[in-house]
């Protein structure tokens, strides 16, 4: 299980005291109550995903380490985003929409009878593909959103001053704005947006972030920016991150996992999940070295 | 040797839209002549009433706007329309203040709390409130449903009877602007709610995804990402609402007891439209009269032309700020 | 950076359960409140005790928002009680529209329909006398049918080919005054339409009083309203199609005649409909130029002609109870046409939708 843990982020700049203290947490743990302590983050089990009647994507299991970077990759419509929102149940926010399975969050099944969805995605955070900060909320506004919903009345905005200037920093924004809070939030460009909203994200100080597609509407400098933040980002959160640019996948994640369709009208599913350097080197299945070398997709 | 010259020719029709094909300058010139017709029509409408409407202007002995008494026909003619002006706002603002709650909470249900399946079908049963003839609103007001307000008039004026619009000092609780005011809610509701439904339809999935990401309840996403979006197009839906009710004649006309008097007092038999005071008045009305009419009239058009124009410019000047991408 | 260093490791399920649920009201919250309310409001109704005078079926209301509120507030805390709260209240606004809708619809088929025979469908109000029973709508439907008739075919080739001029043709100014009128029209209070006929057609050029003068103060209603669907309905016609046409060398007459017109005539037919079934609930302007004939007039151009809404106008004047059921029974006859004519044309819509949200 350790030598397991240490493969995982061996191609990743961690700091060495942080996991070192995780490992010995983990030891400790595990012989106090070894069943107790769920050793993944995220777990997917048999996961099925339906609009309506149709099944979009069928069988899915993986676990996700905690304070690791996962990416999900493979062809368009090949259900890759689709199992990302079930995780944070966003998925069901179509009418319609539902799924089977389990979706463990440190053990926990999200989709248990009586969870409360409110409380799921206030644990997992997202960021979506298109930057959509609120447009008619200024940046300091815009951070503190999810804040304030928990807040009650009457709490002073100052109090939020910390926060706000912890997650933009936390989101490499900080330098940019600090002179600029109280301007609207829609007003930065595109790659300042998206980091706006990871910091929003983040505010509310979740445990995992997921990320769909989240630099695909930016420029590669804002692209390079976001990703360097992921690997700073890494030490706090686990993430999952859906993209369709291997490279990306290949910089910024410790391990992988490959969807593919088998035609159109059949439901997505998950052919290979491993480290990354695994997948993009020695990937066990013919599929998946099909699509890393550009066959198809 | 010289080659002849070929002039690339010129095909009539695709250099300019004024074709010499005869086709289509005779068409093009129906449409256009349908069109000026139209202008026309509405100029001479309007000069043809102004024109109408001078001499009770004209030989009015009393103030226009301060004027308390409807007498065009005596004479000396006496007329103003200060009460008139009066119970078309009041019976118009209070069915807005009724219509415009229920309206956006309608099509908030419509469009985030009811079912995929049945909001069609909601929509439809909501804006078929909208084709039911204002007479019909009239009747079943005035025969069915006053009688069920006025125990409600009567408890207001009641318990609530300190506030000064409740009070009722006459004991008579029917024909009241309070029940007009309700009618009226409910023909102008369809309006309101339809509007809005079309808004709130249009916000943006990101924006309402963004708010729920965060961990937000449906009444919160509501309160984040639609309200502030559809600000304009609700307020354009409720001002267009008040335009609907400032000139509705015929339910008005039945249920309000057309007593002529400034009466702000809710509950009692109250007072007149300018709308309905031209459908009671003109069959009786003299020349004199139906000039004065006439002018009140325009007075009507006036004041709704600002409501509607107002709507539609608040619309379109916070289109650039709505956010919408 | 300042990024805390504290890590979140997995949580073992069992230190903290109510993490992902927080605490939740039952399923059947809900429905356990509405009944208590429902309770409270029986006893109130039973014994007869008034509370602040206000009736059983108000208090059960605010005994339901009370109880349900108090209890969602207790269990699940401010932010999950105002949301559920405000769930309670968009359901209340959705049946405070609906309510009324079905007991206007309700009332007017009951009453009427009793009032619906042959001899009501058949004959006029020519010699009845206002207290006996007895007494027709035939005038009235005649009258109606043809004014509205008149009023479209007046309303419907000005209208549609205005449309055409400002989705096809116009481009400058004269188009966008074109436009901005035919929004102020759309603005116009029914009844100036009827006292614009009233003096013009009738008192200054002398025309009778007649089935024409109401369809001509119809049409005043009706044609803003054709202009504005129907040119709707013909912008939505993609620009690709009319290019298309026109790189072959057609006319752009041709075109649009052939091409765009049919592409929208669904729609423009819908627009034309829903027109119609505004105009035919319309009184006011009625009132003013064709006065109320008690028998049936065939003439649309000459005397005066009945119509359904002034006789039902007219009935609930004369205040006789056997007025009123007729009243009704008239009501009953124009809701049935309206209706028709409303809920065909969206039908009609629902069909030939060109376009998906």
């Not at chain 1, 463990?104 to 969870?115: K, M």
């Not at chain 1, 809070?181 to 990871?198: E, K, N, W």
């Not at chain 3, 009453?111 to 469908?121: H, P």
Request: contains cysteine.
């Amino acid at each position: 299980m350790d030598a397991h843990r240490t493969s995982v982020s061996s191609d990743t700049a961690t700091d060495p005291t942080v996991e070192a203290t995780g490992q010995e947490k983990l030891v400790t743990s595990s012989i106090v109550s070894p069943e107790a302590v769920p050793q993944f983050r995220i777990e997917l089990k048999n996961l099925d995903i339906y609009y309506s009647d149709f099944l979009a994507v069928q069988g899915v299991s993986l676990q996700v380490r905690p304070q690791s970077v996962m990416s999900f990759i493979g062809p368009s419509g090949c259900g890759k985003s689709t199992v990302l929102r079930s995780v944070d149940r966003m998925h069901e926010v179509t009418p319609g929409a539902r799924v089977s399975g389990q979706v463990l969050l440190d053990g926990e099944d999200i989709y248990a009878p009586n969870v409360d969805p409110v409380l799921v995605r206030r644990t997992i955070g997202m960021v979506f593909q298109r930057p959509n900060p609120f447009p008619t909320m200024s940046i300091y506004d815009n951070v503190i959103a999810g804040l304030k919903l928990e807040k009650s009345r009457g709490v002073k905005k100052s109090s939020f001053d910390d926060t706000v200037e912890r997650s933009l920093r936390g989101a490499n924004l900080w330098d940019e704005v600090k002179d600029r809070l109280d301007r609207p939030g829609a007003g930065l460009s595109g790659g300042q947006q998206q980091r706006l909203c990871i910091a929003r994200a983040i505010a509310v100080e979740p445990e995992v972030l997921l990320m769909d597609e989240p630099c695909s509407a930016l420029d590669p400098i804002s692209t390079l920016a976001i990703e360097d933040l992921i690997h700073d980002l890494k030490n706090q959160y686990t993430i999952i991150i859906v993209t369709h640019n291997m490279q990306q996948a290949a910089r910024v994640s410790d391990e992988t996992a490959f969807f593919n369709l088998e035609s159109v009208g059949e439901p997505g599913r998950l052919i290979e999940v491993g480290s990354t350097t695994d997948i993009f080197s020695q990937p066990k299945h013919q599929q998946t070295e099909d699509y890393i070398s550009g066959r198809f997709g | 040797m010289s080659a002849p010259v070929h002039e690339p020719q010129l095909h009539p029709g695709i250099t300019s839209e004024r074709s010499v094909r005869p086709g289509d300058r005779n068409f093009r010139f129906l449409t256009t002549g349908a069109g000026i017709t139209v202008l026309i029509v509405l100029a001479a409408i309007a000069a043809f009433l102004i024109w109408k409407s001078v001499p009770a202007l004209q030989n009015n002995t009393g103030s226009l706007l301060t004027n308390q008494q409807w007498l065009p026909d005596a004479d000396p003619p006496s007329w103003g329309i200060s009460v008139l002006i009066f119970g078309t706002l009041w019976t118009s603002i209070l069915a807005m203040v009724i219509a415009v709650p229920i309206g956006i909470g309608t099509a908030l249900f419509i469009a985030f709390y009811a079912p995929r399946r049945l909001s069609k079908g909601l929509g439809f049963i909501v804006d078929l409130l909208a084709a039911v003839p204002s007479i019909i609103f009239g009747l079943w007001g005035l025969y069915n449903f006053m009688p069920y307000l006025v125990p409600f008039a009567e408890w207001l004026s009641t318990y609530l009877g300190w506030i000064p619009i409740f009070t009722n000092n006459v004991d008579l609780y029917t024909k009241s602007i309070l029940i007009a005011g309700v009618v009226l809610a409910l023909m102008i509701l369809p309006t309101v709610s339809a509007i809005s439904r079309e808004v709130f339809l249009q916000v943006p999935r990101s924006h309402i995804e963004a708010s729920l990401a965060l961990g937000a309840t449906r009444w919160e996403m509501i309160r984040m990402s639609v309200f502030p979006f559809s600000r304009p197009g609700m307020i354009s839906a409720a001002m267009l609402g008040l335009g609907r009710a400032l000139g509705e004649t015929i339910a008005v006309a039945l249920i309000l007891s057309a007593v002529f008097e400034i009466n702000w007092k809710l509950t009692e038999p109250g007072g007149n439209s300018i709308a309905a005071n031209i459908a009671l008045k003109w069959g009786e009305a003299g020349d004199n009269g139906r000039s004065a009419l006439i002018a009140t009239g325009l007075v009507l058009f006036f004041i709704t032309l600002v409501v509607n124009m107002t709507a539609r410019w608040v619309v379109n000047r916070r289109k650039d700020f709505s956010g919408a991408n | 950076m300042s990024l805390k260093t504290d890590v979140h490791l997995p949580i073992n399920p069992s230190d903290d359960p109510l993490r992902l649920t927080g605490r939740r009201l039952p399923r059947w919250a809900p429905a356990a409140s509405m009944a208590a309310g429902l309770v409270i409001g029986i006893l109130l109704l039973v014994t007869g005790v008034k509370i602040l005078g206000l009736t059983w079926w108000v208090v059960a209301l605010l005994a339901f928002l009370l109880i349900y509120g108090g209890w969602t507030l207790s269990v699940e805390g401010r932010r999950h009680a105002t949301d559920r709260i405000a769930t309670a209240a968009v359901y209340l606004t959705a049946a405070a529209a609906i309510i009324p809708l079905a007991w206007i619809l309700i009332t007017v088929i009951t009453k009427g329909i009793s009032a619906i025979n042959l001899e009501f469908l058949t004959s006029t109000m020519r010699n009845v006398n206002p207290r006996a029973e007895g007494g027709g709508i035939l005038h009235a439907v005649v009258g109606t049918l043809t004014q509205v008739g008149i009023a479209t075919l007046i309303s419907v080739p000005i209208g549609i080919c205005t449309a055409i001029y400002l989705s096809e043709y116009g481009r400058g100014r004269l188009a966008r005054s074109i436009n901005f009128f035919v929004d102020v029209m759309t603005g116009i209070p029914s009844i100036i339409a009827g006292m614009f006929i009233f003096t013009f057609w009738i008192l200054t050029l002398g025309f009778p009083q007649s089935g024409l003068a109401a369809g001509l103060a119809l049409s005043i209603l009706m044609i803003p309203v054709v202009i504005k669907s129907a040119e709707e309905m013909l912008k939505i016609v993609p620009n690709e199609l009319r290019e298309g046409a026109l790189a072959l060398g057609i006319p752009k007459y041709k075109v649009i005649i052939k091409i765009v017109i049919p592409t929208a005539i669904s729609g423009i037919i819908t627009g034309v409909m829903l027109a119609v079934a505004r105009v035919t609930g319309e009184t006011a302007p009625l009132l003013l130029t064709t006065f109320l004939a008690q028998d049936v007039n065939w003439n649309a151009f000459e005397g005066s002609q009945a119509s359904l809404p002034t006789f039902i106008w007219d009935q609930i004047a004369r205040g006789t109870q056997s007025s009123l059921d007729r009243a009704w029974g008239g009501a009953f006859a124009l809701i049935f046409l309206v209706l028709i004519f409303y809920s065909a044309a969206r039908i009609l819509a629902a069909i030939y939708a060109p376009r998906e949200r």
